[in-house]
């Protein structure tokens, strides 16, 4: 199984501030399609996970600009801009490349 | 709108079976990859199971946890899919959600216990 493997964040992060979440994955998650299938959830506390970035880079329909996704095939960024008070809760990366879809283990943001 | 509501989850004995529906509305099911996810403290998200649409005569996928125990389908007439879950094992407790990764239920609970 591909195992996904995520970065901890310096709590609390000063609100306004940007932060970068990292992830990485143990096999290269690009695809002769040319598309890298990664994909980056928000679960805010009491919620269900939150679709917010896919193929590595590209943003779900409604997901602020200030979130953005950057990456190689097997190390990835999820950049916020500018935390809100709205961005609280864990962040985790998932491969869609192969079966079993895997997700990472998850990366807590709280704000100041 | 987009809803997807699990419902058909509780409390149930170790070797017993539970099945777990879908019910979603507000966008185009019948051509939808859907999946169940579920969560739990110990394993955090762990995909268990996906199906596609009819045009690949509804495919399905499983994690090797719960491969030969559970059963996903789906009835593309009511726009829902099953989680057909038997032999249950304690560590199948968790939260199930179904989702096409897009959109997410609100998940359901399911306790397996004596």
């Known amino acids: 199984d591909i195992v996904m493997t995520q970065g901890a964040l310096p709590n609390p992060v000063p609100s306004g501030e940007s932060v970068s979440i990292t992830c990485r994955s143990s096999k290269s998650l690009l695809y002769s399609d040319g598309k890298t299938y990664l994909n980056w959830y928000l679960q805010r506390p009491g919620q269900s996970p939150q679709l917010l970035i896919y193929w590595m880079s590209t943003r779900a329909s409604g997901v602020s600009d200030r979130f953005s996704g950057s990456g190689s095939g097997t190390d990835f960024t999820l950049k916020i801009s500018g935390v809100e008070a709205e961005d609280v809760g864990v962040y985790y990366c998932?491969?869609?490349?192969?079966?079993?879809?895997?997700f990472g283990s998850g990366t807590k943001l709280e704000i100041k | 709108e987009v809803q997807l509501m699990e419902t058909g989850g509780g409390l149930v004995q170790p070797g017993k079976s539970l099945k777990l529906t879908c019910a979603t509305s507000?966008?185009?099911?019948?051509?939808?990859?859907m999946n169940w996810v579920r969560q739990s403290p110990e394993k955090g998200l762990e995909w268990i199971a996906r199906?596609?649409?009819?045009?690949?005569?509804?495919?399905?996928e499983y994690a090797e946890s719960v491969k030969g125990r559970f059963t996903i389908s789906r009835d593309d007439s009511k726009s829902s899919i099953y989680l057909q879950m038997n032999s249950l094992k304690e560590e199948d407790t968790a939260t199930y959600y179904c989702?096409?990764?897009?959109?997410w239920g609100q998940g359901v609970m399911v306790t397996v216990s004596s």
């Open positions: 507000g966008f185009t099911f019948s051509t939808a990859w």
């Open positions: 989702t096409p990764f897009d959109y």
């Open positions: 998932q491969q869609g490349l192969e079966f079993p879809f895997t």
């Open positions: 199906i596609k649409p009819k045009s690949t005569n509804y495919a399905t």
